[in-house]
């Protein structure tokens, strides 16, 4: 029997940086990769395989990165967990051994209740290949497509669909769509650009039926109204993946994902699981938290993997740091919202500011950049960050959660340490998050 | 005789700024803002007025920013300052009295001693539209332009000048350009850009004599050497602009700068002091910094602003936090180079990582950007980074800077929130900040 000193199931963004981080800190233990998939898909790249990237083929991990620093990569699906034994079999029956487990099985694509959803034409976003690419096909051949679902996802895939020149329509059960990641005010910033580009926005409302004889014709939607359609996305949302996990009688979270301690052990010691497997909670509340991202998938691989050889790396909880982009309008989000704020429980202060985001405003590429902060209301903490604009949104976004992370204070936000350039950035004097800072301590 | 409750002198960064975040705070009292320009430059976009803007007068801080505020402009000069009386006397022998006065004049482009530096065509950077304006109208007659000094601005002005098609040299005493700023490595992919550029370069060398019959025709630099020159452009540095201070007897700094404690009070309570006419101290030793940007303007300008109605903020030093960009090559740094912490005595780690800026990599204007970053050895903390790559890196190096600021740790950096999207930043797995701290923990 094989055995190996850490096993990592699972080689997506969680097992590709569990392993590799593992490497880093451990040059000498045998690593071993199991994975289901040939190919590995960049997840956050999939919606961008239909408009953007040359060729869909072109969104693929490449293996050299865990082969070049020696980390074995077995193709194959883990049948069952025997943790008395420590041993993983796989699809044909055979047994590796291992000393340290992780988990990073990932989720899969949750399909609504909806009549008509196994007709052809009607697709998820599965992390396949093959898959992804008869959905490539099939738009090729389409005209009307609807797409079910206005969070990142539909919206991202909307927005690409848009550019094959298709007849976009999202649904949304939602008053907005991108709800659940932003206040109003952004939502209806990202709504007016997708009616900007083109996409037909229904939300409020949901599919109460998929139509067609043999493959999708229709859409009919709760509000009475029917669309044409020959192709259906679905893009509601993920479950994690914890069969495996459940079936070796790990300890399941209160929101389905495998239950983890701060060190992201599992109820196992030795078995560890990271990213959408694996439940999350919040920074703020200590609560499990729904949020499932890419980059929350790494950073828990970054402690899992130093951690295996010894606890070392704490989780503090997920701040939730995200940003996305329709046509060239970019929009971020730290932290907590004015509505999630207030679910938990806090008091805040909200502040913003809004300025170009080069500096004069007469700089090519200049685009107006928008900024609301949220501070709690005694600590005068920031607990919160939303941001608009142009192409930098993205790491903006990354100061903010920085800077909620290292818990600081509104006056610190006020004179933080930014450097500015004309090409580059907002002016000295209207720097958005500081000018946001300042916006909240006039009221607090 | 004129009363106001605070008086501000100079209407550039700092005196907008200043008196903006004096309004914020406090919206009764009287603001009066005395400045010798009738027109005031953004003194950063300097550089782009002459490739870049559509017109130079584009580089213009709109007055509006102070009027609508209820913020008096004075255009005049200050000819005296009588601390005893509280007044200050304009070029006419007005007076105008104040309850409290905030320094921001500035400082004054340095003019190196060579033989030659009065002949026409030869030109500093002067802060002033008339003076800049016949920049501009002597460049379009120039064909062969020399630049001395290879720091920010001479670089900044090289690179435009070259989009004009103008054959440009810097010509640099030290042995790289921008070396008060980089480590070398970065220096040199500064240089290889410039080089690319078409930018011709004199480095380890020195201009001996400027020479022409009336106005400029050659440049003799130490090396031996001879360049036809019709046109020279001198950006070595400035020097703080303190007349007017020292002549009424405040204190002045060791490095020449208008002394400030932490809250930015002169030596005179009422009276306080901004931007680059003040003395500023090292956030990593407390000692004069030669550092003056238009960022740590605004940021002084923000505390003082506050201060001037009460004491609230504490200056707590300079980080040094700036950007740059040379064709599509954008460079910044944050906090210390392997120079100056070796200088102030620090040991250290570095840590690097590489890596594209979307993902994945076949993603459109996907650039390639190195993080360098540098943590103290014992307590683990960083103390600076400097970063390559594309339009991002402006808001990259913020996000290092306010990790600096904040005491964070390498283990800490490995782990931070940020967030990912493959229009927008690295991928998670190789998220350059992650992956620096990371090869600098491997090393601690």
């Given amino acids: 029997m094989k055995k190996t000193d850490l096993l990592v199931i699972g080689g997506s963004a969680a097992g590709v940086t569990a392993s590799l981080t593992a490497r880093k800190y451990n040059k000498d233990a045998s690593i071993t990769v199991v994975r289901r998939e040939k190919e590995v898909l960049v997840p956050c790249g999939i919606p961008y395989m239909y408009g953007t990237l040359p060729e869909p083929t072109k969104n693929i991990i490449p293996d050299n990165l865990l082969l070049s620093k020696n980390i074995e990569i077995v193709v194959d699906e883990v049948k069952s967990l025997n943790r008395d034994e420590k041993t993983v079999t796989l699809s044909k029956g055979e047994k590796i051994g291992y000393e340290k487990l992780i988990l990073a099985t990932g989720s899969i694509p949750a399909v609504p209740p909806i009549k008509g959803v196994d007709l052809k034409n009607v697709f998820t976003v599965r992390k396949e ?19 079910i679902g206005g969070g990142f996802i539909g919206v991202e895939f909307a927005d690409e669909f848009t550019k094959r020149g298709l007849n976009v329509t999202i649904v949304e059960l939602l008053p907005c769509c991108l709800q659940l990641a932003y206040d109003e005010e ?43 359609a020959d192709l259906v996305l679905i893009g509601v949302g993920v479950r994690p993946n914890v069969e495996l996990a459940k079936n070796a009688g790990l300890k399941i979270g209160e929101l389905g994902g495998i239950w983890v301690d701060e060190y992201m052990r599992t109820s196992d010691e030795n078995i560890f699981a990271v990213g959408d497997c694996a439940e999350k909670y919040s920074f703020f509340t200590k609560k499990p938290s729904a949020l499932r991202l890419a980059s929350i998938t790494a950073r828990e691989a970054r402690i899992a993997g130093v951690n295996v050889f010894g606890l070392k790396r704490k989780n503090i909880g997920v701040i939730g740091c995200f940003s ?38 007469a700089m090519p590429e200049c685009k107006e950049m928008q900024i609301k902060l949220l501070f709690e209301k005694d600590s005068k903490i920031l607990i ?61």
């Avoid at 142009?390 to 976004?397: A, I, N, S």
């Avoid at 933080?416 to 500081?434: V, W």
Wanted: include cysteine; charge should be neutral; charged fraction near 25%.
């Fill in 186 to 228: 952004f939502c209806k910033i990202a709504e007016d650009k997708l009616v900007e580009r083109g996409v037909k926005l229904k939300t409020n409302n949901r599919v109460e039926e998929i139509i067609g004889d043999g493959k999708v014709e229709k859409v009919r939607l709760s509000s009475g109204e029917t669309l044409e």
């Fill in 324 to 361: 996305t982009i329709i046509g060239d309008l970019a929009l971020g989000v730290a932290g907590l919202t004015e509505r999630a704020a207030k679910e938990a429980g806090f008091s805040f202060v909200v502040g913003r500011a809004k300025a170009p985001d080069k500096h004069p405003a």
């Fill in 384 to 444: 919160g960050g939303q941001v608009a604009g142009g192409k930098t949104v993205g790491e903006v976004t990354n100061i903010l959660s920085s800077l909620i992370e290292k818990k600081t204070t509104a006056e610190e936000v006020a004179t933080f340490q930014y450097g500015t350039h004309p090409a580059l950035t907002c002016s000295p004097i209207s720097y958005q998050i500081a000018e946001a800072a300042e916006d909240a301590l006039t009221k607090l």
């Fill in 129 to 147: 290949l093959s898959y992804l690419l008869e959905l490539m096909d099939a738009l090729k051949k389409a005209k009307n497509v609807v797409v």
